[in-house]
């Protein structure tokens, strides 16, 4: 038995150094082709089953010849005949290449001229081996795509976490444990859009290009639209454009698209990403509670087919109810430190200035409570709800009736990470200009996440907005959680990286 005869070269997928020859050497085998006539790149190919199919189908199928297609990511050559494995997207399937059936021509092709990491495209009839594995007998063979280039480690599988991240089809193709979690992130959107939509729900979509941005605390990118001859923004949030349809008339509506803000990038932040928002008229953030302590439980079963969750040794159960727990609360029980026994900025950064958080002098009241609740958010692993929050961290929430230092909002947390913010919708007119107006200060003062004022947003509002409970849920971070990554960049297909240079 002799393996591939292509020769082995210490590459990675990112350090082309020592492929070049490789490359080289399918290139010479691309032209070898063309001369003799075959076309390396053909427009389509009659497939009758996916590997899984073949697999699946082995008793029904013996004797009757069918074609399957996909990458060979593995051969060995044994004299006049060969075993190969060829994978698609559904998995991969061997198969069996004999010079006596396909001759001897069609089978010095495959041996001297096509690759590990060449697409083919096979007909024949399937049997089981000896040592019991399913494998397809070659009939006919076909080039579909010649690949130029080697898989990267030796086409044993793609290890090199930055490579996974630069170039994903490689991580794809050598790894199916990456393959599983992208489908898994198709699975659980789709279970969101079913539980919404059965719950009468309207997807919408809003504009990603804003002349004002909101809806979040944030930094923008900016672009410039030319027709219009000023400068324009990436959207923050859907926020603002959603409760425009509520004063509109909708009742229900959602939206998941993508959203971009200009910050840093670790293992919680990517610049883009994809976020769910819902809003409810007539309804409150105790309304919107329930149904995500309903929703996620039941996305997780859809997708995962579990709600328990093992991590780090520890059992996350998802059922409801969740535990409720007010941010005042849970930042002394985790910090030490009770905000509301200091009222005002001076005292509170006084108080937490030594405790090594990324603040300034200059830092807002909210800003110092927001780094205390980023600070000790890791210990809360069982699924929790932070309720009520001070009124300068929640500039479009509500105020609670009876305490109006605070607002009816919650931020749902589980397995260290925040999955959920949500809050009942300030609606006033009146009192979001005014806050909208403290928020201008605050970027006066140097805070370059506040708000602007948006006129326009606030002149939909005069026209009646009835009482509504809005949602957000960051996709990346909730799929991040339900599935044990460390990352926001596992999760990610192409996630946002520095430059290599």
Do not use: C
Not at 148 to 153: F, G, Q, S
Not at 226 to 254: H, P, Q, S
Not at 268 to 289: G, I, R
């Amino acid at each position: 038995m002799t393996h591939d005869p292509e020769p082995v070269a210490q590459t990675t997928a990112l350090d082309p150094q020592g492929a070049d020859d490789l490359v080289e050497v399918r290139r010479g085998k691309l032209e070898r082709l063309r001369e003799a006539g075959v076309d390396p790149f053909p427009t389509r190919f009659d497939r009758t089953h996916t590997t899984a199919e073949a697999l699946a189908g082995l008793e029904s199928l013996v004797g009757q010849e069918i074609s399957v297609a996909g990458r060979m990511v593995s051969r060995r050559v044994m004299g006049r005949a060969s075993f190969a494995h060829i994978q698609d997207g559904e998995g991969r399937l061997q198969i069996y290449v004999k010079q006596d059936v396909v001759g001897p021509a069609a089978y010095s092709l495959f041996r001297e001229l096509v690759d590990t990491g060449d697409v083919l495209g096979v007909r024949g009839t399937l049997f089981r081996t000896r040592t019991g594995e399913t494998t397809l007998e070659v009939h006919g063979l076909e080039i579909l795509a010649k690949s130029l280039r080697p898989l990267p480690e030796k086409w044993h599988g793609l290890t090199d976490v930055e490579a996974r991240y630069r170039q994903r089809y490689l991580d794809l193709i050598s790894n199916a444990e990456s393959v599983e979690l992208f489908r898994v992130r198709t699975h659980l959107i789709s279970a969101i859009r079913r539980f919404l939509d059965k719950r009468g729900f309207l997807e919408v979509e809003t504009p990603v290009l804003q002349s004002v941005y909101g809806g979040a605390t944030a930094r923008p990118f900016r672009t410039y639209y030319n027709a219009l001859e000023r400068d324009y923004y990436l959207r923050i949030a859907t926020e603002l454009y959603l409760k425009r349809l509520i004063v509109g008339g909708f009742e229900k509506v959602y939206e998941i698209g993508r959203v971009f803000r200009n910050e840093g990038v670790d293992v919680k932040h990517n610049p883009e990403f994809t976020l769910l928002e819902t809003y409810e008229a007539y309804a409150d953030y105790q309304d919107v509670m329930a149904m995500v302590e309903e929703m996620i439980p039941q996305v997780a079963e859809e997708s995962l087919g579990t709600r328990v969750l093992e991590r780090d040794g520890l059992r996350i159960d998802l059922a409801p109810p969740w535990r409720r727990m007010t941010l005042r609360d849970a930042v002394r029980e985790h910090t030490g430190v009770d905000f509301e026994e200091h009222p005002d900025q001076a005292s509170l950064y006084r108080r937490v200035k030594d405790l090594g958080l990324p603040i300034a002098p200059t830092s807002p009241r909210g800003k110092l409570i927001d780094e205390l609740l980023s600070s000790m958010e890791r210990h809360l692993v069982q699924p929790t709800f932070l309720v009520d929050y001070p009124v300068e961290l929640s500039p479009l929430a509500k105020r609670k009736p009876d305490n109006p230092h605070l607002v009816e909002r919650f931020e749902a947390f589980a397995g260290g990470v925040e999955i959920a913010n949500a809050f009942s919708e300030l609606n006033d007119p009146e009192e979001q200009r005014a806050r909208f107006l403290e928020q201008a200060a605050n970027r006066a003062a140097g805070d370059e996440e506040a708000h602007q004022l948006d006129d326009d947003f606030v002149l939909a509002l005069e026209h009646g907005m009835p009482p509504t409970g809005g949602l957000g849920i960051g996709i990346d971070r909730l799929l991040m959680f339900l599935t044990g990554r460390r990352s926001l960049r596992e999760v990610i297909l192409f996630p946002q990286l520095r430059s290599r240079e």
